[in-house]
């Protein structure tokens, strides 16, 4: 299911705020939250540890999976495992009725081998598309499962506080199921993860080294791109390479329709809105005398504003069968949906952000840059207004340009960091659902969140670039 869209995503970035216009739940509680949060860092850090010296590749998260549904057991949530071959889907029934927030934490590693050295760095291999590998969270998804694992424990010592329930969401294979398989938030989808109870709104962290320890970084609207497969078929006429007449080149055809592809965000898609067409396999031809019959091309298509996404792919298709036409060749273009746009819902970001800005302190709450990655996270942001925020990761000491990047060898997680994690989801969970059960959110959903009218504020700060 889609929502509809209302409004220029982007320019309602960070406008439309009032810290004022936000209901807090009540401040005992919130203090309770905060201070059992403090309390289970070490924890955290255990189980962070614990989950990084067993790195896991995506569908096959299994001892991951037991230890969640282990501990969400030892808290007494109602525990369905094997969601989507690995995953855990944890509910917290808090002590009276209100709305529903889900939270999720993604659980699979990469096939990466560490080079950071750790007392608990990976020592993992295993066989990946049939090479030996070496496996490691390089894209610090440990740390997303053990914050999630704390605030699991936070939220369930005071759920007798709570107005509402709370769906945790351990996910596998956020990366991509190997080749062949099923698996992610589609298939957690398609097997029910947010059916009974539904949620409300649905919460989600990444860790980035963008950011130092300490920091938040939030985007309303586009913050991680649509992601789409596009495989494009030119088929010519082969000839010998000296009497190209003969023939119809379909070499020359799919070189013109590489540079007429790059036009299209350029020219054709609203400025506004980054958007890439890129290919990234030619593939066509065995010698350099003869000029083949067919090529074909691979590509991504990535978007950040959800409305633009069909039209980038109409022009795609327009601009390839015209080129195609135009030498009298054919083309053959199939776009593979992948990720939609993770989409955070500006008036769920407006909503939420004084809460960001009281757990982290309001200077260390900046606007991130959209990134054009993706997300499966989009996926659950499509049933329920969604609010993906990056959570900083790098140790305030190491310039940004020297921090290693998620997915690299080097990749490494300041562990300063994921008490604020914990603290930001426990209390993003825990003001959503006293501000929903003010206001009989559960009665609208989904996508249709009851909203108290927000004044104008100002812009947050950027962070340093
Ligand atoms: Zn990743
Ligand atoms: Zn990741």
Redesign the pocket.
């Given at each position: 299911m889609r929502r509809a869209v209302a409004g220029p995503a982007l320019a309602v970035v960070f406008t439309g705020l009032a810290s004022n216009a936000h209901a807090d739940a009540d401040p005992g509680l919130l203090a309770a939250v905060d201070a059992a949060a403090r309390g289970i860092e070490p924890q955290v850090i255990a189980w962070r540890r614990d989950i990084h010296a067993h790195p896991e590749l995506s569908n096959r998260e299994t001892r991951t999976a037991a230890l969640v549904a282990s501990e969400l057991r030892r808290l007494g949530l109602e525990v369905r495992s094997e969601v989507a071959h690995t995953g855990v889907v944890g509910v917290l029934h808090g002590s009276r009725p209100g709305p529903v927030v889900a939270l999720r934490a993604d659980m699979d590693a990469?096939p990466v081998s560490e080079a950071v050295d750790l007392p608990f760095a990976s020592k993992s291999r295993t066989t990946y598309r049939g090479r030996e590998v070496g496996v490691m969270h390089a894209?610090g998804h440990d740390a997303h499962t053990a914050i999630l694992l704390g605030v699991a424990e936070v939220l369930a010592g005071v759920r007798d506080a709570l107005p509402g329930s709370v769906v945790f969401l351990f996910q596998p294979a956020?990366?991509g199921p190997p080749p062949g398989e099923q698996g992610g938030a589609r298939l957690m989808l398609a097997e029910g993860a947010l059916r009974d109870p539904s949620p409300d709104a649905v919460f989600a962290l990444h860790v980035v080294p963008q950011h130092a320890a300490g920091q938040i970084a939030v985007r309303a609207g586009g913050a991680m791109a649509s992601s789409d497969g596009l495989t494009i078929q030119v088929r010519g006429r082969q000839t010998h390479a000296a009497y190209p007449w003969l023939g119809v080149d379909p070499i020359a055809v799919a070189s013109r329709i590489v540079l007429a592809l790059q036009a299209i965000p350029g020219r054709q898609v609203d400025a506004r809105h980054p958007a890439i067409v890129s290919i990234g396999a030619i593939h066509g031809g065995v010698r350099g005398n003869i000029i083949p019959d067919d090529v074909e091309l691979l590509g991504t298509i990535r978007s950040l504003e959800p409305s633009q996404r069909g039209a980038i792919h109409e022009r795609v298709r327009r601009t390839v069968k015209g080129i195609a036409e135009s030498a009298g060749a054919t083309a053959e273009v199939e776009i593979h949906d992948g990720y939609p746009v993770t989409y955070n819902d500006p008036k769920l970001t407006a909503r939420m952000l004084p809460t960001l800005r009281r757990v982290a302190g309001a200077d260390n709450v900046v606007e991130g840059l959209p990134r054009t990655g993706a997300e499966d996270f989009a996926f659950f942001a499509q049933e329920a207004p969604g609010l993906y925020f990056w959570l900083g990761i790098r140790p305030p000491d190491v310039p940004e340009a020297e921090a290693a990047p998620?997915?690299s060898p080097l990749f490494f997680v300041d562990e300063d960091a994921l008490g604020l994690g914990v603290r930001a989801l426990a209390s993003l969970a825990v003001d959503f659902l006293a501000h929903g059960s003010s206001r009989a959110v559960g009665a609208t959903r989904p996508g249709s969140v009851r909203l108290s009218p927000v004044a104008p504020a100002p812009w947050l700060p950027r962070a340093p670039r």
């Open positions: 990469l894209c956020e990366e998620n997915h």
